[in-house]
């Protein structure tokens, strides 16, 4: 039980090296990384079989075993990520406030490396590459806890980048992967509060409540995405359909889709039946109240749970509301604080929208599935945080830094007898 | 055991409603509340001699009981910080980021306020209308839980503060103390994962570490400051004498006064005579190790626990290192991560110090004191935070909002079907 403690030790002690490279030598650090993923294909992928094998034999198939697989056109799509990391800008030393007080003293604020970061993660191997290579790139050590599932693959993985790492001539603890997967030891790495800087949870909701509810360490998270589309009275009704199929249909499975459409009563009899018949023809099941289901065929009664439910399936909850705040009020009870959008041609009520809801991200007048660090332009993603401390949404380098004061000054002091003494 | 979640609630709903105002409307509620402050004064200081009454019964002297009382001009300065906090810059609504995608879609980061704070002090009732004209500026509820010497001061300048809130249209709640001082609803308090965003504890090391242990809220802490100053070989002795007095001496109770001298070996003969001598006039324990003592008269041997001791007293350690490596190594094992201070003259060796610590401030030529968040130009400060996430070092308004996205579409759809389907 001692060992996580060492490990994150050694991760910690080769994350201070790390901290004081270069941008320069940090991205040849990546580059280096991703070298060693096409080099090291056959090992990874022969690794990965034997993940794929034992999943079969335990009777996974569809989504599961697909998630788990990777192949020579994934993998090479993973080392061009890293390469992709390593072209972005560097957040590392950029300076966000530069002051000189009225003693002289010169006021900065630089942004550093928060330190050692934790991922714990299920099933797909593909993070331990993606979130390797963005904390490195913001100069953090990362402590990999992925699952039981990818063992084989998430090692062979870390054994290539670790290697690249340590032939660059930097400690490959900086990259640290757990390979001892029993929970005790999950549980004390979120306890080591004195190594750990901050955990990052991914996977499904009980995963993600288990690392919030044991961590002793900051913990970064968000348990789910019920996303509401709201189509206003003022509405375009082409736009709305737009946002709704694109919201519904594009990715049903990822965290940014829509999950509930809210209709204003006023725009109801127009834009209903075009819609449901619109989801329908493209294999989505309606789930509506009265207001609904009495404007179109073949929908399923709305459930008790249904207003609350991620569904992450072609399968969406609908209502008529009789007001934007009947609106408002529904996502304040429902909503998951990750995405809202409003379809309107009314900017008060779009300012309103935004106003009213705490959620990280508000649309108006855009589809949700660009509620994503790439389509927001950070450039890549390492998680999304619903959490309202330090980060609020999508996640991209930045917020895997933390800025802290630089002062320079010319011998001030703050009590004037000092200044007089000598 | 339910009202500390009934209380909590409605704390958040009145936030809610604050978080609606805009800023003249906010500075407006803060100025009432100033104003209240004057207006209650009797009333305030008759509550005060209550809490003194029973704190002398108790047998509580000197700094303690100083830090408890309240009189005309201490209170005078409470409305007066409160109205300074009305004229700083408002954070919420600041756009951090405002970028055009290639898709057209507008995506902005705009701060909003946290949300609901939870303040769990000690001792002095100035944090109460402190903590709450910074966290209501910045558009949250705030929960106040201060201790039992205390709770008459609070009660009657909290009553001050929600009647003014009130009167502003305001709900009162907003600002809510906590009467019921049991720890286990201090406990449930810190549970309240759901409604408190955070958690600022201020007080004793004893009190933060309780706060951080048992929270399930995000919890924003500093321990302790154990302060260095490093004497360079190249530093100007003059100037490394100012910020030695002033770091030790000026306020030696403040978590950013100086704590240990360390003086390159180089330097030593030249500095360590005038310096000790310098310190023992002005009243200071200096606590050395050889080559300290052996440069100057008087010295106490270092002991063991001295190394890592906040003294918060007129105490200093004293050390004599071979190279700045030597002291950067020192401070890595002993130092607190809150203020570091290098006097030198030389560039490359105040970069590598600034470079080479993790500390949350670090200073150049330039006195430990002003690791303060109006020193910083911050304009005033909720606390300072050791923790490397949100915010690290002395936190000002910005520290009490966060950054989320607002985005402006024309119908924009991530996945090109949609985007042709109408």
Avoid: W
Avoid at 232 to 249: E, H, Y
């Amino acid at each position: 039980m001692r060992e996580i403690r060492t490990a994150a030790l050694a991760c910690r002690d080769a994350a201070a090296q790390l901290a004081m490279l270069d941008t320069d030598a940090r991205n040849a650090l990546l580059r280096a990384m991703a070298d060693a993923l096409d080099a090291q294909a056959d090992a990874i992928l022969a690794a990965n079989a034997r993940d794929i094998e034992a999943a079969e034999a335990r009777g996974t198939t569809g989504a599961l075993l697909d998630r788990l697989r990777l192949d020579a056109a994934r993998l090479a799509g993973l080392s061009a990520a890293v390469r992709e990391v390593a072209e972005l800008p560097d957040p590392v030393g950029q300076v966000t406030r530069d002051d000189v007080r009225p003693n002289g003293i010169r006021v900065r604020k630089v942004r550093v490396p928060l330190g050692v970061i934790a991922m714990i993660y299920e099933a797909r191997p593909n993070v331990t590459a993606d979130a390797a290579a963005l904390c490195i790139k913001a100069g953090n050590g990362v402590i990999l806890r992925g699952g039981s599932e990818a063992i084989h693959s998430n090692t062979a993985i870390a054994d290539a980048l670790r290697a690249a790492i340590a032939a660059q001539g930097v400690g490959a603890d900086v990259l640290t992967l757990v390979t001892d997967l029993r929970r005790e030891t999950m549980l004390e790495l979120l306890q080591l509060s004195d190594i750990v800087d901050l955990a990052i949870p991914r996977g499904g909701e009980g995963l993600i409540r288990f690392v919030a509810e044991h961590a002793r360490v900051p913990v970064i998270k968000h348990y789910k995405g019920v996303c509401h589309l709201f189509v206003d009275t003022s509405a375009d009704p082409g736009l709305a359909l737009r946002l709704l199929l694109d919201g519904k249909t594009g990715r049903p499975s990822a965290c940014n889709a829509l999950e509930t459409l809210l209709v204003h009563a006023d725009i109801a009899d127009v834009f209903v039946p075009r819609a449901i018949e619109a989801l329908q023809q493209r294999g989505v099941e309606v789930r509506g109240d009265a207001g609904i289901a009495s404007r179109a065929d073949g929908v399923v009664p709305i459930g008790d749970d249904d207003d609350a439910a991620e569904f992450l399936d072609l399968v969406i909850a609908a209502r008529v509301v009789d007001s934007l705040d009947a609106a408002l009020a529904h996502i304040r009870r429902f909503g998951s604080d990750h995405t809202e959008v409003i379809a309107t041609q009314d900017d008060a009520n779009a300012r309103r929208f935004i106003a009213s809801l705490r959620a990280a991200v508000v649309m108006v007048n855009a589809s949700s599935r660009f509620s994503d660090g790439g389509e927001l332009g950070l450039g890549a993603e390492i998680g999304i945080s619903t959490t309202r401390l330090h980060a609020y949404g999508p996640m991209g380098l930045e917020a895997l830094t933390v800025e802290r004061f630089v002062v320079d000054g010319a011998g001030q002091v703050r009590h004037a007898e000092n200044a007089a003494a000598f």
